[in-house]
């Protein structure tokens, strides 16, 4: 290498080696996030999370009227999620993630995880990239159409972009030749990005061209084991429903091009939703309308209710497989008697970015977003006073406030941000925090400056508003649950 060259790579790596791999750690041992410094108030050096610093732009030029990036602006989630910055279009049916987006995202994959590891689940990482060759042995090479997002690599061997992974895990199962009854069920699941061709990308992340999913699979020994697993995910997945605050009805699908026999879709009723849902007043029956002969008022179920019509946006889905994809691949296991025997499979998807955009298209206000409190990017906002206004020393008390809340408070540790614009208004500041829906406000101004401080608190949730002692607030908080 060139002395020169060799130079410039040693002060890169020297510099890599000082930020990446030894970051600056300050008296507490944390390593300290230079992007959010320590404000100017407080004497010991803690990271303080300033609104200004936050990178979620609601300034970016405007999309809304370019129809090809945007998609038809029709819905509220994709509109309030634009508007508080927190995803932004870059082509048909793909989006920016922006930073506050991930967060919430980062705590939804942990509730999953929480519920797919409460039963078993395993999880891995299967390549995005595809062979054709797996695809072409299932004859969903040919099946999928259009939908699939083909490509050829420089030898001239195609692939797509996996939708869905039934091939990719019946194959790495089908490797191991050691495989013993003893070691199933056995659920592998991954959560993610997928590629979907749809022709009309819509809705914002409610329909997009690239996604995230979660996908599980799970081998067993017998069909009556494989209905045990399929029964258990389910209740899985109506307890991650429930964890999130959202009423999600169960209802059975068309197994599509997936196949298998039985099929369960996870819906959330919405207006926007794009599936008919047939539900019983009667009995706890409900279907997709697909899996029923048109216009049928009766209830299959009970005979004696009638099905109302509601519209869905589906959030999950589970297929019981059998032997479809296992027999295909050959995916094995030893019995108790070591001999090969075929397994049972079944496929469970749960579409993580849908997810959170459902959520929001439920919860929210036509002004406002309201999130499900567990998945909220950030907890706490808190509001010192405008600069120059009677109240101006309040604006100590509350940076005070912020570090209080970490210190004592462990499960709000990174979760308190301070709006320090105080160049605004406390009202135009509201205003923002209502449209990003963190779920407790707390504005700090004169009440704060009595001799009992007290705190004006919004829970934006509930839409309440209270004035609490520290002591009152400290309690409140100390109850957010947080993942
Ligand atoms: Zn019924």
């Not at 705190?455 to 009152?472: A, W």
Request: proline share 5%; net charge neutral.
């Amino acid at each position: 290498m060139d002395p020169a060259m060799r130079h410039i790579w040693k002060r890169v790596f020297y510099r890599l080696h000082r930020t990446l791999i030894f970051p600056k750690r300050n008296n507490s041992g944390h390593a300290e996030h230079t992007a959010f410094p320590a404000s100017s108030h407080s004497k010991c050096i803690k990271p303080t999370l300033l609104v200004s610093r936050l990178y979620q732009p609601s300034n970016l030029r405007d999309v809304g009227q370019d129809s090809r990036l945007a998609g038809e602006m029709t819905c509220k989630s994709q509109r309030l999620m634009q508007q508080a910055g927190l995803i932004h279009p870059s082509n048909p049916g793909c989006y920016y993630y922006l930073p506050a987006t991930v967060r919430s995202m980062e705590k939804l994959v942990r509730v999953i995880d929480k519920e797919m590891q409460g039963i078993g689940g395993q999880k891995l990482d299967m390549p995005s990239l595809c062979s054709a060759d797996l695809w072409k042995t299932s004859e969903r090479w040919d099946l999928m159409g259009k939908e699939l997002f083909r490509l050829k690599d420089r030898h001239g061997a195609d692939y797509c972009l996996g939708p869905t992974h039934e091939e990719a895990v019946t194959t790495l199962v089908a490797h191991q030749t050691t495989l013993s009854y003893r070691q199933l069920p056995l659920l592998l699941y991954q959560i993610t990005r997928k590629f979907r061709d749809e022709p009309k990308p819509k809705f914002g992340l409610l329909r997009g061209r690239e996604f995230y999913m979660k996908d599980m699979y799970s081998f067993d020994v017998s069909e009556e084991a494989a209905y045990q697993t399929y029964e258990s995910v389910c209740q899985a997945y109506n307890r991650f429903f429930a964890r999130l605050g959202l009423r999600c009805v169960q209802v059975q699908a068309d197994t599509g091009n997936i196949g298998g026999t039985v099929s369960h879709e996870f819906q959330l009723p919405a207006d926007i939703g794009e599936d008919r849902l047939l539900i019983c007043e009667n009995c706890s029956f409900s279907a997709n309308v697909e899996t029923l002969s048109s216009n049928r008022t009766d209830c299959p179920q009970c005979k004696t209710g009638t099905v109302v019509e509601s519209k869905g946006i589906e959030v999950g889905h589970t297929f019981y497989l059998g032997k479809k994809y296992s027999h295909m691949f050959k995916a094995t296991f030893n019995n108790s008697q070591n001999k090969p025997t075929i397994a049972e499979m079944g496929c469970y998807g749960l579409g993580v970015t849908r997810i959170l955009a459902a959520a929001i298209e439920v919860m929210s206000t036509e002004e406002g977003i309201r999130w499900p409190g567990l998945i909220a990017p950030y907890q706490v906002c808190v509001l010192p006073p405008k600069k120059g206004s009677k109240v101006d020393e309040a604006s100590v008390v509350a940076e005070e406030l912020v570090n209080t809340l970490g210190e004592t408070l462990p499960s709000l540790r990174g979760e308190v941000v301070l709006d320090d614009r105080t160049q605004m208004t406390i009202g135009k500041r509201l205003k923002d925090a209502s449209r990003l829906g963190y779920p407790y406000v707390i504005v700090v101004g004169q009440a704060a400056l009595e001799e009992t401080p007290k705190y004006e608190v919004i829970c934006q949730q509930t839409d309440e508003t209270m004035f609490l002692s520290k002591d009152g607030l400290l309690d409140l908080l100390g109850r957010v649950e947080t993942v």
